[in-house]
């Protein structure tokens, strides 16, 4: 129902900001580089945009930009650099000599979002190119809007602002519709809005979210569509929410992997991270931990107390009760 044509398709630029410090995580490692079941954050991002079947995509760097950059070798990205931490606004206006010629919509979004579903932007995107809107943005309906910008509404329900929940009064506090950080523009509007943004904020920088009150002002086609699915947004700022998200990321992996006919005797205490294939009838027991890269055979008995190393390969009917065993081999043994 969402898909867009090939040609279309080939219009349209993702931005991903990577650029900040992420001050709150209280770690040397950038945030967008925490993993969750393995995987960094901004790599669940990319994946998620190119699974949206948008192959062009900008990644926007700042702090600790060579680790950021080099975690990035192998994937068909562009690398923006944001030279000064100016906010948001000023870090999509440093990828604007990246976006190819033929782009007419950009998407851009946080790289700190690992949940996000493929079919949400595919969605997103779809109903900002049929409604030929200048900005179509993601938005949530939270009982716990805490930390996000809060969505503010004209008399007519349409949107007239997003309000940084640092700059809101009282009763904007208690709005409960929240800015998901994820946005598909019209190129030519965004390029032309963010030149009317002042950093009119206890910050002082330019932040992306003030575009939306310069678009109302001028008249401009606003449109929000709201998830339905609170988690799918979720953005990483401590190191509770890392916690978080990979308590969510590892029960989906768990779900599907049981889905496909493995068992897993005790779910609480098996931790098993992203990429991995399990044969069916294979069976695992408790406090084992299998990284990413793994492929086990069918019929196989994991643990219990056992740990699979990445890239282990094993074939069917195998028993591995702890990380001593030898009853498995790692890809380019024996053939």
Same mark, same amino acid.
């Given at each position: 129902m969402y898909s867009l044509s090939e040609s279309k398709m080939e219009k349209i630029t993702a931005i991903i900001l990577a650029a900040g410090k992420g001050t709150r995580m209280r770690s040397p490692k950038p945030k967008v580089l925490h993993e969750v079941c393995g995987t960094t954050l901004l790599e669940y991002v990319v994946e998620a945009v190119q699974n949206a079947e948008i192959s062009e995509i900008i990644i926007v760097v700042g702090d600790k930009k060579e680790a950021v950059r080099n975690s990035l070798k192998g994937i068909p990205v562009k690398i923006a650099e944001q030279l000064e931490q100016?906010?948001?606004?000023?870090?999509? @206006?440093?990828?604007? $000599?990246? *976006?190819?010629? #033929?782009?007419?919509?950009?998407?851009?979004?946080?790289? &700190? =979002?690992? @949940?996000?579903?493929? $079919?949400? *932007?595919?969605? #997103?995107?779809?109903?900002?190119?049929?409604?030929?809107? &200048? =900005?179509? @943005?993601?938005?949530?309906?939270?009982?716990?809007?805490?930390?996000?910008?809060?969505?503010?509404?004209?008399?007519?329900?349409?949107?007239?602002?997003?309000?940084?929940?640092?700059?809101?009064?009282?009763?904007?506090?208690?709005?409960?519709?929240?800015?998901?950080?994820?946005?598909?523009?019209?190129?030519?509007?965004?390029?032309?809005?963010?030149?009317?943004?002042?950093?009119?904020?206890?910050?002082?920088?330019?932040?992306?979210?003030?575009?939306?009150?310069?678009?109302?002002?001028?008249?401009?086609r606003i449109h929000g569509l709201v998830s339905n699915t609170a988690s799918e947004v979720l953005g990483i700022n401590t190191q509770l929410d890392l916690t978080v998200i990979n308590q969510i990321k590892r029960d989906e992996i768990l779900r599907s992997l049981m889905d496909g006919g493995v068992t897993i005797v005790d779910p609480a205490s098996t931790f098993i991270e992203k990429f991995v294939e399990i044969g069916e009838g294979t069976r695992i027991y408790p406090f084992t931990y299998i990284c990413k890269n793994t492929r086990i055979g069918r019929c196989c008995c994991i643990g219990p107390f056992a740990y699979i190393e990445s890239g282990t390969i094993t074939e069917d009917n195998v028993q591995i009760r702890n990380r001593t065993d030898c009853a498995f081999f790692t890809e380019g043994e024996n053939g």
């Amino acid at each position: 129902m969402y898909s867009l044509s090939e040609s279309k398709m080939e219009k349209i630029t993702a931005i991903i900001l990577a650029a900040g410090k992420g001050t709150r995580m209280r770690s040397p490692k950038p945030k967008v580089l925490h993993e969750v079941c393995g995987t960094t954050l901004l790599e669940y991002v990319v994946e998620a945009v190119q699974n949206a079947e948008i192959s062009e995509i900008i990644i926007v760097v700042g702090d600790k930009k060579e680790a950021v950059r080099n975690s990035l070798k192998g994937i068909p990205v562009k690398i923006a650099e944001q030279l000064e931490q100016l906010g948001t606004a000023h870090a999509v @206006l440093s990828a604007k $000599h990246h *976006l190819p010629d #033929l782009t007419d919509t950009v998407l851009v979004l946080n790289g &700190d =979002v690992p @949940l996000i579903k493929p $079919h949400t *932007l595919k969605k #997103l995107v779809s109903l900002h190119t049929e409604g030929g809107n &200048d =900005v179509t @943005l993601l938005t949530v309906s939270s009982e716990n809007p805490r930390g996000y910008g809060r969505i503010s509404r004209d008399s007519r329900g349409c949107i007239k602002g997003i309000i940084e929940e640092n700059e809101a009064t009282e009763e904007e506090v208690r709005i409960k519709e929240i800015n998901a950080g994820v946005y598909v523009f019209k190129k030519k509007s965004l390029w032309e809005g963010l030149e009317n943004i002042v950093p009119d904020n206890k910050k002082g920088e330019f932040y992306l979210t003030d575009i939306l009150s310069v678009f109302y002002r001028e008249g401009k086609r606003i449109h929000g569509l709201v998830s339905n699915t609170a988690s799918e947004v979720l953005g990483i700022n401590t190191q509770l929410d890392l916690t978080v998200i990979n308590q969510i990321k590892r029960d989906e992996i768990l779900r599907s992997l049981m889905d496909g006919g493995v068992t897993i005797v005790d779910p609480a205490s098996t931790f098993i991270e992203k990429f991995v294939e399990i044969g069916e009838g294979t069976r695992i027991y408790p406090f084992t931990y299998i990284c990413k890269n793994t492929r086990i055979g069918r019929c196989c008995c994991i643990g219990p107390f056992a740990y699979i190393e990445s890239g282990t390969i094993t074939e069917d009917n195998v028993q591995i009760r702890n990380r001593t065993d030898c009853a498995f081999f790692t890809e380019g043994e024996n053939g």
